[in-house]
């Protein structure tokens, strides 16, 4: 910005807005208006942090990891229960134990997608607990569940989440091709997938209805 003589927000407001447009373009007009203390953003009110927190003290030290499992698999499923009343989702896990000798191992990860499916918080909580090095025996559990998010109303798929099999496809295909025609479905093989050009790595093949 000093570069184009602008160093303070009064001088990025006495430009006139159409060489704010010329420098940045669309966004020249934003510039302005917040430059000049006009902004008619909605005030977010504060939401502070929340986290959903489960812990299990075991009556007697365990080491055996089914027995672990089974205890990450409810405190998972309690947890799970309490974001789907509210219908929210978990965007990052926690798994925290206690060890025998007084010592604690911590063990974060943040999931791709927003989940609160309790079998696969307890899947991944699972994994996490055997990456853990754990030469003493555990006397606690705590799962945390942050990144706490609404979920999203979603459209459903057209097929299972599972592989798709082809003669599903096909059938698919055939009935798309008897309503709207031959001529609008391709398929797209991959040819010279190091080309530089996009258009030049796949070949558009006619979609037949087998």
Sequence with gaps: MKLLGIHTLGDLARLPASALGDLFGKQGA???RLAEGRDT???QPYAPRHDERAAQQLDDPVEDKGVLQNVIKGLAGELARRLETRGQMAGALTLAVMLAGGASQLA?????????APEHLANTLAQML?????????????VTLGGIVMA???QLSMFPPEIVPQDRLRETLRQLIARHGAETFFWADL???GARLPERRFALRQAEAA
């Design 30 to 32: 934003a510039f302005k």
């Design 41 to 43: 953003t909605p005030i």
């Design 108 to 116: 974060e990860l943040a999931l791709r997608q927003p989940s609160a």
């Design 130 to 142: 055997d990456a853990l090095r754990l030469d003493e025996a555990i006397t606690e559990v705590e």
């Design 152 to 154: 999203d109303a979603r």
């Design 191 to 193: 040819t010279n997938p």
